[in-house]
């Protein structure tokens, strides 16, 4: 019988070198699924905003939309780590952080939050940490930010923003960040920066080098709109059905099958 997850099981893994998975929900039913599969943490991602409710960016959703989602997730799930996301503008100053954190562990029942930023959130997650939130920190390609960075684009590959992201994720392990997600970032630099940390590392488009790897659920059952992303695979295109797809993403993560050279930047 599996046991809870908590960050020191995460941590443990990392330390033996065991590999995690890692999936987004946004509601019970999915969240049931995902924690009957084995998917040892469960994010609720801002994501929702564009999966769930159809808008252009994550930049529309609020700290109710997540307070709700999460309460959904939470509902549904017996033994994974709930991770929720902080959402645009919820953390501008460490007073509205702490606030807006408490109301997503308290009222949704998050385990941790994941806020999105480099050294610009140093502080705040210091005061998160001293106040006993556990924090993920998220590096890389910044959703929240797309429209200061002009679109989705892979992050790190020029020397100097390689240099600065290492330090940014020094300082922020430093400041009390449990875990660390980086998303599009060249493969080589994920596994420096891997290496580099003690804290457990999520990838999403950051090659196999990472401890552990996320993907967004709609994306991984082929239900994205458009053309998916190139770190994306459609589990449920070689499963026979949706509890099968996410089974074979757990085992596919863990024996570091995915993600294959074709799903990662260079
Ligand atoms: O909101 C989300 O789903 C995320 C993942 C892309 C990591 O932050």
Redesign the pocket.
């Known amino acids: 019988m599996s046991s809870k997850v908590t960050l020191s099981t995460l941590q443990k893994m990392k330390q033996s070198g065991e590999r995690f998975s890692c999936l987004?929900a946004y509601d019970a039913t999915f969240a049931t699924t995902l924690d009957r599969a084995g998917v040892e943490v469960i994010?609720v991602?801002?994501?929702?905003g564009m999966v769930v409710q159809g808008q252009e960016s994550?930049v529309a959703v609020d700290m109710d939309d997540m307070v709700y989602h999460t309460r959904c997730v939470k509902r549904g799930v017996t033994n994974a780590l709930i991770m929720a996301?902080m959402p645009f503008m919820s953390y501008p100053n460490v007073d509205e952080a702490l606030y807006n954190a408490a109301r997503l562990m308290r009222e949704g029942g998050a385990h941790m939050v994941?806020l999105?930023g480099g050294a610009r959130i140093v502080d705040t997650v210091r005061v998160l940490s001293e106040n006993g939130v556990p924090v993920c920190a998220?590096l890389g390609l910044l959703?929240q930010s797309v429209h200061k960075l002009g679109g989705y684009k892979v992050q790190g590959r020029e020397a100097s923003q390689a240099k600065q992201m290492l330090l940014d994720a020094e300082e922020l392990v430093k400041a009390g960040a449990d875990i660390l997600?980086l998303?599009c970032v060249p493969s080589d630099l994920a596994l420096r920066l891997t290496q580099n940390v003690d804290v457990p590392v999520?990838g999403?488009g950051a090659g196999s080098g990472c401890d552990a790897q996320?993907l967004?659920l709609h994306d991984m059952l082929g239900l994205g709109s458009g053309v998916s992303p190139k770190f994306v695979k459609d589990f449920l295109a070689e499963s026979g059905s949706i509890s099968a797809a996410i089974e074979k993403y757990v085992a596919a993560v863990k024996s570091g099958e995915f993600p294959a050279k074709e799903h990662t930047f260079e």
Do not use: N, Q, R, W
């Not at 991602?45 to 929702?48: E, F, K, V």
């Open positions: 987004t994010l991602g801002d994501s929702l994550t996301d994941k999105e998220h959703p997600l998303e999520i999403i996320v967004v």
